[in-house]
Every structure is written in structure tokens, then in C-alpha cells.
């Protein structure tokens, strides 16, 4: 069974880049048809997802966080790792990483990692 579980820093300061890791037990990142996907919730809101990388290292984001979000991967580590640069105040949330079916369902979950931002 597949396993993921988010890492980095809670606090983060506004303007500056957010980067959080991945990381995968129980499956390979480089296996066919598994995508590896980054989300977030804001508190009181839904999710929202931002982005993932396939397993040819090819990756893919949200719109509406393309211009902010890069998704890369160290696959001697089996981690996948997200940065989010110039990160807003009014942002902080929790942010989960998640296995991608290849039908773009989401089908394991890491417990998901609380980050707060500061002014």
C-alpha cells in the first residue's frame, strides 16, 4: 500500500518560497501511470489543487498557480518536492500531497501539513 508523508517548514514568511517534500513509501515514483499530486486547503474553504508530476518527470499545474508553483523530484529518494514562491499572507493552509490515478483521481493521501504564513 502506498504511503506519503509531507515534510517542511510550518511558518513561512509572506513574499518568500514555500517548499515542502514528499515523501513515498510503498510504490515507486517512476512507476507507469502513477502521478504525484500537490494540494491545499485554506481553512474554512475547499481544496484546492495545485499541480503534479507524472511518473516521467513531466509536470503539470493549476492555472491559477502556474506562474508561483514548480514541482521536481528526487527519485533515489522515492520524494517529490513543491515550491511555492512569493507566498501571501492571506494564504496559509494545510497542504497534502497525493497519489493521482490515471484517470486524475486522487487515491492515497498524506495526513497533510499545517503551514502558516507571517507579515
Known amino acids: 500500500q502506498v504511503q506519503l508523508q509531507e515534510s517542511g517548514p510550518g511558518l513561512v514568511k509572506s513574499s518568500q518560497t514555500l517548499s515542502l517534500t514528499c515523501t513515498v513509501s510503498?510504490?515507486?515514483?517512476?512507476?507507469?501511470?502513477?502521478?504525484w499530486s500537490w494540494i491545499r486547503q485554506p481553512p474554512g474553504k475547499g481544496l484546492e489543487w495545485m499541480g503534479v508530476i507524472f511518473y516521467s518527470g513531466s509536470t503539470y499545474y493549476s492555472p491559477s498557480l502556474k506562474s508561483r508553483t514548480s514541482i521536481s523530484r528526487d527519485t533515489s529518494k522515492n520524494q517529490f518536492t513543491l515550491q511555492l514562491s512569493s507566498v501571501k499572507p492571506e494564504a496559509p493552509a494545510v497542504y497534502y500531497c497525493?497519489?493521482?490515478?490515471?484517470?486524475?483521481?486522487?487515491?492515497?493521501w498524506g495526513q497533510g501539513t499545517q503551514v502558516t504564513v507571517s507579515s
Open positions: 497525493a497519489k493521482m490515478t490515471a484517470r486524475w483521481a486522487h487515491d492515497y
Open positions: 510503498g510504490g515507486s515514483i517512476t512507476t507507469a501511470n502513477y502521478y
